[in-house]
Nanobody, 115 residues
Framework: QVQPVESGGGLVQAGGSLRLSCQSSGFMFRLSVMGWYRQAPGKQRELVAIPTSGASTNYADDVKGRFTISRDDAKNTVYLQMNSLKPEDTAIYYC?????????WGQGTQVTVSS
């Protein structure tokens, strides 16, 4: 069973930083596309960052220049470094593991940014 597990969320003041982690299982990780989404209260889940074909990454417009996605295959972990956080970044952040045609979601981690 593939189950990504997020961690690293919490409460931070505006302007601060957090680093989210998402760890998943075994050999599938290295063959998976790993991305981050978020869902704010009363809103639909939206893309934050996900690699595209080649070496490019698709970032949501409002996080460009502030958030960075990276991965460490040796640790089966993908990270989301979030800098210059704003209150509007408050949401539950979800890790997506895409293996072939299958998508696997983590349970989410809450990020709250106070003004």
């Amino acid at each position: 069973q593939v189950q990504p597990v997020e961690s690293g969320g919490g409460l931070v003041q505006a302007g601060g930083s957090l680093r989210l982690s998402c760890q998943s299982s075994g050999f599938m990780f290295r063959l998976s596309v790993m991305g981050w989404y978020r869902q704010a209260p009363g809103k639909q889940r939206e893309l934050v960052a996900i690699p595209t074909s080649g070496a490019s990454t698709n970032y949501a417009d409002d996080v460009k220049g502030r958030f960075t996605i990276s991965r460490d295959d040796a640790k089966n972990t993908v990270y989301l470094q979030m800098n210059s956080l704003k209150p509007e970044d408050t949401a539950i952040y979800y890790c997506l593991q895409r293996f072939g045609s299958r998508d696997y979601w983590g349970q989410g981690t809450q990020v709250t940014v106070s003004s």
